[in-house]
């Protein structure tokens, strides 16, 4: 707990003097309210990222110091994270670094995360056996795609206050609890460091909104979630690849399920953003309470109180996730659940009747 709350300390007091000094980085506020995915109506700055980034090398650093064996890994995590990193933070402060260079520089992340750290998908288990994967030329880019991936869908679901970092927080919790019960203390140590650095950051985002993630922190953690639970899962073999599949499932698959809308049912670019994710549909057509869209409170209220149903939402994978973190068809049977809720919960909205139990109506 020591590197939860070293983290936690560091990005909270870190984040509070992004927040006061806001007026010496005007280039980070985001002042745009009129785009398809925006839902604020005051200016924010968007380099929460950068604390986040700040708060775990000084944790990483500490923790070199008190557990000098991890200081070669701790270091090349660091190293290849900051790479991911990168690219977000400069698009937070220029608006001028594409989707594509991003995607890029994540998966030049994830190929150093495979020559530094050893962090390749080697195997893929199935219910009575496993399939090893020897050959580079197969497990360098599926692990390049897989981490990459991760670390764009967390940037994908960042759309509302606290809405990624608590999802990010749960499932690094999940990490830390499977590496403690394989005494894996490289993976426990690090993603407690990154959840501590989350949960500092998140008093300040949660619920007003005070400060954003940005692309540099939501590419930064989406990276490290990644990379953690493949390193874990390698590992380890007792723990199955399937463990990490549904423990991710969330931002995976509504990466994909997004690819798959802009592409096919809507014919544009997958590049292209746009208003219907399930976290944008929940709050515009099932978060009904409050009076007046662009009313700044009461946008900032459905803000808030959107960000809860998804927080629900993602604890159908992580909890059988973290339960049965090493009964490989358990976790199987239990994705196929997840992706079937997922489909069934967004046509329903979609055709105006989401479910009864989700709907609450506006307060008089």
């Known amino acids: 707990m020591f590197s939860f709350l070293l983290s936690f300390i560091a990005s909270a007091l870190l984040t509070l003097l992004v927040i006061k000094e806001a007026r010496l980085h005007g280039p980070a506020l985001d002042t745009n309210f009129d785009g398809v995915q925006k839902v604020h109506a005051h200016h924010?700055?968007?380099?929460g990222g950068l604390p986040i980034f700040v708060a775990v090398a000084l944790s990483s650093a500490i923790s070199i110091w008190r557990v000098p064996v991890l200081s070669d890994l701790l270091l090349s995590l660091l190293a290849c994270a900051a790479v991911a990193f990168a690219g977000g933070i400069v698009e937070d402060?220029?608006?001028?670094?594409s989707a594509t260079r991003r995607l890029l520089l994540t998966m030049t992340a994830a190929t150093l995360g495979y020559f530094l750290l050893d962090a390749r998908i080697d195997r893929l288990?199935?219910?009575?056996?496993?399939?090893?994967?020897?050959?580079m030329w197969i497990t360098l880019p599926l692990t390049v795609l897989a981490v990459a991936g991760i670390a764009n869908a967390v940037n994908i679901i960042d759309g509302f206050n606290g809405l990624a970092s608590v999802v990010c927080?749960?499932?690094?919790?999940?990490?830390?609890?499977?590496?403690?019960?394989v005494n894996d203390?490289?993976?426990l140590?690090?993603?407690?460091?990154?959840?501590?650095?989350?949960?500092?950051?998140?008093?300040?985002?949660y619920p007003v909104g005070l400060i954003f993630l940005g692309d540099g922190g939501a590419y930064f953690i989406g990276f490290m979630l990644g990379e953690l639970a493949l390193l874990l899962v390698m590992r380890n073999p007792q723990v199955s690849t399937w463990y990490a599949a549904l423990l991710l499932i969330y931002p995976a698959f509504e990466t994909m399920f997004s690819v798959y809308r802009r592409m096919f049912v809507r014919g544009k670019s997958p590049a292209v953003p746009d208003g219907i994710h399930l976290h944008s549909l929940i709050f515009r057509r099932v978060v009904q309470w409050a009076v007046g869209r662009k009313e700044a409170r009461a946008l900032i209220?459905?803000?808030s109180m959107t960000s809860p149903y998804l927080w629900l939402f993602s604890l159908m994978a992580v909890i059988p996730a973290t339960v049965f973190w090493r009964h490989t068809w358990v976790l199987m049977v239990s994705c196929l659940l997840f992706i079937g809720c997922y489909i069934w919960i967004y046509v329903r909205i979609v055709r105006f009747r989401a479910p009864r139990w989700m709907i609450r109506h506006k307060k008089h």
């Not at 924010?44 to 380099?47: C, F, G, H, N, S």
């Not at 288990?125 to 050959?135: E, G, K, N, Q």
Request: with cysteine; charged share 10%; glycine share 8%.
């Open 44 to 47: 924010v700055a968007r380099i």
């Open 93 to 97: 402060y220029t608006g001028r670094v």
């Open 125 to 135: 288990d199935w219910a009575f056996s496993a399939w090893a994967l020897p050959y």
């Open 169 to 181: 927080i749960c499932m690094l919790l999940s990490l830390g609890y499977v590496a403690l019960q």
């Open 185 to 187: 203390m490289f993976v």
């Open 189 to 205: 140590i690090a993603a407690l460091m990154v959840a501590g650095a989350t949960a500092g950051f998140l008093i300040w985002n």
């Open 301 to 303: 209220r459905r803000n």
